[in-house]
């Protein structure tokens, strides 16, 4: 193509592509605020869930909390809020591989 000479064709996909990034990052943000993970604390007393955006929308104690020292409660509780960051960032990077997955850059892009 002669320099200066608009390739409309080019133009028209690069838009079309743009587009289908738009709906796509759409649809991951949707995702991402509605797909929720369940984790437990290793000595199974705290659950909580959280959504692969990192919102925390429940926790429970599981176990009776009578017996255990707060030092104990604590760690159970903090043990369940990191285990449910790492699963919100895996949930993350699983929606957005699936989300992204079919998307090829445009030629010489």
Same mark, same amino acid.
């Given at each position: 193509?002669?320099?200066?000479?608009?390739?409309? *064709? $080019?133009?028209?996909?690069?838009?079309r592509r743009?587009? @289908?990034?738009?709906t796509?990052? *759409?649809? !991951?943000?949707?995702?991402?605020a509605?797909?929720?993970v369940?984790?437990? &604390?290793?000595?199974?007393? =705290?659950?909580?869930? =959280?959504?692969?955006? +990192?919102?925390?929308? +429940? =926790?429970? !104690?599981?176990?009776p909390?009578?017996?255990?020292?707060?030092?104990?409660?604590? +760690? &159970?509780?903090?043990?369940?809020i990191?285990?449910?960051?790492?699963? *919100?960032? $895996?949930?993350?990077?699983?929606?957005?591989?699936?989300? !992204?997955?079919?998307? @090829?850059?445009? *030629?010489?892009?």
């Amino acid at each position: 193509m002669p320099r200066g000479e608009i390739d409309e *064709a $080019w133009i028209e996909e690069a838009v079309r592509r743009y587009r @289908r990034i738009e709906t796509l990052q *759409a649809e !991951f943000d949707q995702a991402v605020a509605t797909v929720e993970v369940t984790v437990r &604390s290793p000595d199974g007393l =705290v659950e909580v869930v =959280v959504t692969a955006g +990192g919102r925390i929308t +429940g =926790v429970r !104690f599981l176990g009776p909390l009578h017996q255990r020292s707060p030092r104990d409660v604590a +760690g &159970s509780v903090q043990a369940a809020i990191t285990a449910a960051a790492d699963a *919100a960032e $895996w949930a993350r990077e699983k929606l957005h591989n699936e989300t !992204f997955a079919a998307y @090829r850059p445009l *030629a010489g892009a």
